[in-house]
């Protein structure tokens, strides 16, 4: 019998990412996600009541840039980027560990003359 077809053996139906300085688990059925920190001891989401989850419309995952980038609405005027973490990244020092949530209105007053 396959491992993934064991009787009571529960895939995770979550998709899990590590950014810098956070984890994030998203659970794509529903369209929330939870941003924990990296530091916290393992956790499993389904015992986390959904009053802690945030919805979101839609995310993509720049492989590019390894950036995982959350669209908070359908306009896609509010945005979560995180930079996600690889060995070696270069990324980790203080002045680049957050993430970073956009209001595109905010951003458009700061670039008007």
């Known amino acids: 019998m396959s491992e ?3 009787p009571g053996l529960e895939l ?3 998709i899990r990412l590590v950014s810098c300085n956070s984890e994030w688990v ?3 059925t529903h369209r929330v996600y ?3 920190p990296r530091d916290v001891r393992p956790f499993n989401p389904k015992n986390l009541p959904r009053h802690l989850w ?3 419309s839609h995310f ?3 492989e590019e840039r390894s950036e995982l980038v959350l669209y908070l609405n359908a306009e896609c005027s509010r945005i979560i980027k995180a930079h996600l973490h690889m060995q ?3 990324s980790c020092e203080d002045d680049h560990k957050g993430s970073y949530t956009i209001e595109m209105s905010q951003l458009d007053d700061r670039l008007s003359p």
């Open 4 to 6: 993934n077809m064991r």
């Open 12 to 14: 995770d139906p979550y």
């Open 26 to 28: 998203i659970d794509e």
């Open 34 to 36: 939870l941003r924990v």
């Open 54 to 56: 945030t919805e979101y």
């Open 60 to 62: 993509s995952i720049d």
């Open 88 to 90: 070696g990244c270069g």
